[in-house]
């Protein structure tokens, strides 16, 4: 006896095959030696990201501490000069009071008084300004000189931003502190201060501007700086060598 199985019935049968045949094909392990394809590795993104403190930097750079205490000293000797002259004035100032008021002497040495007195003021006006502007003077080339540094030891170690920041600890007691803790722009950091490689960098000879610097200390691979290989940097003082110095006439320390 002859069977035939209708078209629909043979398709079905025919197609449950198929998929049996596709399932054990998929269980089975691909044959030893073969290559597995392999997905590839995403590519890395974002930038590298450092910390500086900058006020630290100037405050144990040598050559700025060099320099601003040259014009300290220069203040000292023309703070010494105002003071000699203040006591000349009041010298003649009493003198002047031995004189009658009316006399023409009176009148000449009154009037000669008068013309030191504006001639010391006027001076101490001269000085101060060529005081200020020597200070500027030497923080702007410092400052284009830490740039330089920055930027030779940002591209050697691959980072894209350098961030700069304070790393002094707040302090309960000191309201000035506690404001700028909590106005801080960077909150937290983990090995990323490259403070200390840049000052090593810049003590480390004579600053040329022409020249771009040979190399910088301990270079740090890209994604972080290694912990321990920083140079180690003098303790912190209440009153470092970046003190701002006297200026005649601008009412104490600045």
Partial sequence: MRLSLPPAAFAAILAML???SATAFGQNPPPVGAVRPTAAAPAPTGTNVAVIDIALVFKHHD???GQMGDIKRDIEQFEAYVRDQQKLLKSKAEELQNYN???PEYKTREAELARMQAELQIKIGQERK???EREAGVYYHIYKEIEGSVGTFSQRARIGLVLRFNSDDM???DRASVLQGVNRAVV???GLDITPYIIADLNRRPFNPNEKPAGTPSVPTAGGI???AAPAL???TATGPGTRPLVPGAGGTR
Avoid: Q, T, V
Wanted: one cysteine or more; proline letters at 12%; hydrophobic letters at 30%.
């Fill in 188 to 190: 937290f950091h983990s």
């Fill in 130 to 132: 060529k005081f200020l």
């Fill in 234 to 236: 003098p303790p912190r």
């Fill in 226 to 228: 290694a912990p321990g």
């Fill in 171 to 173: 302090k309960e007691d």
């Fill in 101 to 103: 008021a009316s006399s």
């Fill in 63 to 65: 050559r700025f501490n």
């Fill in 18 to 20: 198929c998929g049996l």
